[in-house]
């Protein structure tokens, strides 16, 4: 059963995929209530409330996925994540429109006083005088980040007849003439701007943007709106520009601290707020609960997951195509972990023939997992496995080439240690599966896969022959068995594939054979 705890409040309708599943368990439980679910739990669902801290992971010893139903990502600490080799996905375009129109109508009830006229009016005033607003049309509105929500709000906008002026370092002039907008520097966007509005994610580059020194070099009587994250309008630098009148206005639906801890902006009259319901519509709910449900659900079923955090995205006709190498790299890393009994500095891996035509990144972090995984106690991965070679000193490096050596894709793997270098070549046939087709520059030809004996031999008569007498005297069937050898009496090698696993003490009989070099038991 794969349990997934659902932290924060989703559409229930969107988690229908999940809860459709009989071998999927949902239980709904905040983790700060939770206590054998969290040793229990494969998945953890999340919104914004959720703090998904490496303390928290480490509690979750099943932890394999963290969904937020939701874009940011802020409250996952990915980088834990990350190491511990934890997917992370979100859902990355659910609640864009329901955030966009939330900042436009954040935008109009500013420039019309729409909040403070309610209250007024429910207060049994008729102050038409004190709320003359400002009209959109033909006002200058700067928006920093043009991702989906600045985009979809440049459409609108430009929809309202104003012009819109775009900083966003990351933005190419291309995309900036396709959506109608005209690209600036901060400073110029700052100094032409009648409203600015922020919808950058948070990071260390965005962190208090707009702070005393910037928010200085705006045009007096400017209009601010954060609907993106609290920090990035720097709220202690926003008080004494309402006071002088230079910020004549200013919309938040994000804060520094969520809920408010210091409220002392929030008593300003040019202030509007809401809490953070950007993407609080029964729409957005449900579009990213469905979003994060059918990822997790491919999750689970081995699929690929196309939006996450911390693994290169690959979509499915994609998937299906790496899919084999995938398996074949992790196999073919494996062996030689468990043929090199000694620490390794180097892995390269080349790519030739239509395989180097696929996402390749994958298929080498594949690789190194699989390389990894018996010299590692915590989970290895392809999410952690960069991360962790590099902690360990090994350095890894792939080559693509369009030639081919007689097989139609091939992989070539070469292992520098501290004493050896190992090398093996790998190749995936449609309707007849892997193969290994040589090793250390001898040919070969054997599936990996099962219980395995790496046997290096002389060619001379004999050694074969006592091989198989001695497995046969101790009853243990071969299964399969490939010889290769460089010239007639030299070195050679026997690849024997088994139903069960060769004790330790049949190997090291075997060693003692006359004729046997060295014998490695190997398990994939
Ligand atoms: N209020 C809400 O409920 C709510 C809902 C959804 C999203 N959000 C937030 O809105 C923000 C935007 O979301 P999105 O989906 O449009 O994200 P996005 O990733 O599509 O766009 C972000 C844009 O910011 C730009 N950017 C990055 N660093 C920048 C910098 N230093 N200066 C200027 N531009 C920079 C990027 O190039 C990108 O174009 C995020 O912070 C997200 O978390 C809030
Ligand atoms: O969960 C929410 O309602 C907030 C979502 C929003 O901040 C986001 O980044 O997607």
């Not at 429910?122 to 009209?135: L, P, Q, Y």
């Not at 989906?148 to 002026?165: D, P, Q, T, Y």
């Not at 943007?209 to 209009?223: A, I, P």
Request: proline share 3%; glycine share 8%; net charge negative.
């Amino acid at each position: 059963m794969f349990r997934i705890l659902v932290s924060d409040k989703i559409s229930e309708e969107g988690l229908q995929p999940l809860l459709n599943s009989s071998h999927i368990m949902l239980v709904n439980k905040n983790v700060a209530d939770a206590g054998e679910e969290l040793e229990t739990a494969d998945a953890l669902l999340v919104r914004s409330a959720t703090q998904v801290t490496e303390e928290l992971m480490k509690k979750m010893p099943q932890l394999k996925i963290v969904a937020r139903a939701g874009v940011g990502v802020d409250n996952i600490d990915v980088e834990a994540a990350t190491k511990l080799g934890i997917v992370v996905i979100n859902a990355p375009d659910g609640n864009t429109i329901s955030t966009t129109e939330h900042t436009f109508a954040m935008m109009a009830s500013m420039l019309r006083h729409i909040p403070q006229a309610t209250v007024s009016v429910k207060s049994n005033e008729w102050n038409r005088n004190a709320f003359v607003g400002t009209e959109m049309r033909g006002k200058t509105l700067g928006i920093v980040g043009l991702g989906r929500i600045g985009s979809e709000l440049a459409k609108r906008a430009r929809a309202f007849e104003m012009n819109v002026i775009v900083f966003d370092p990351f933005l190419t002039e291309e995309r900036a003439y396709k959506i109608g907008v005209t690209t600036a520097s901060l400073d110029e966007l700052l100094s032409t701007a009648d409203i600015i509005t922020v919808h950058t994610p948070l990071t260390k580059e965005t962190k208090g943007l707009l702070n005393e020194k910037t928010l200085s070099k705006t045009k007096k009587g400017v209009y601010l709106i954060n609907c993106a994250r609290g920090g990035i309008i720097e709220e202690a630098a926003v008080i004494p520009l309402l006071e002088s009148g230079h910020i004549r206005g200013i919309a938040l639906d994000v804060f520094e601290t969520e809920p408010p801890e210091n409220t002392s902006l929030l008593q300003y009259e040019q202030v509007i707020a809401t809490p953070h319901l950007g993407a609080s519509t029964k729409e957005a709910q449900l579009n990213v609960a469905s979003q994060v449900s059918e990822e997790v659900l491919a999750f689970f079923n081995g699929e690929p997951v196309t939006s996450s955090i911390n693994l290169p995205t690959i979509s499915k006709e994609v998937y299906e195509k790496i899919m084999p190498f995938y398996q074949l790299a992790k196999k073919m890393g494996n062996f030689v972990s468990q043929c090199m009994a000694e620490p390794v500095n180097e892995i390269s891996v080349a790519y030739e023939g239509s395989v180097g035509e696929l996402q390749t990144a994958a298929i080498t972090k594949s690789l190194i997992a699989g390389f990894l995984s018996p010299r590692v106690a915590s989970t290895v991965n392809e999410v952690n496995a960069g991360m962790i070679a590099k902690e360990r000193g090994i350095s890894f490096s792939e080559k693509i080439s369009n030639e081919t050596s007689g097989y139609e894709n091939c992989l070539t793997v070469k292992v520098v240690g501290n004493k050896s270098v190992f090398s093996i070549k790998g190749t995936y046939i449609p309707h007849y599966g892997e193969r290994i087709v040589e090793l250390n520059g001898f040919n070969i030809d054997f599936y990996p896969d099962g219980h395995l004996l790496y046997i290096q031999h002389s060619d001379k008569p004999g050694a074969i022959g006592r091989v198989g007498r001695l497995l046969g005297d101790h009853s243990i069937n071969i299964a399969t068995m490939q010889v290769g050898r460089k010239q007639r009496g030299g070195d050679a090698i026997m690849m024997l594939s088994f139903d069960k696993a060769v004790t330790e003490r049949v190997v090291s009989e075997l060693n003692d054979l006359e004729g046997i070099v060295s014998v490695r038991t190997i398990d994939l």
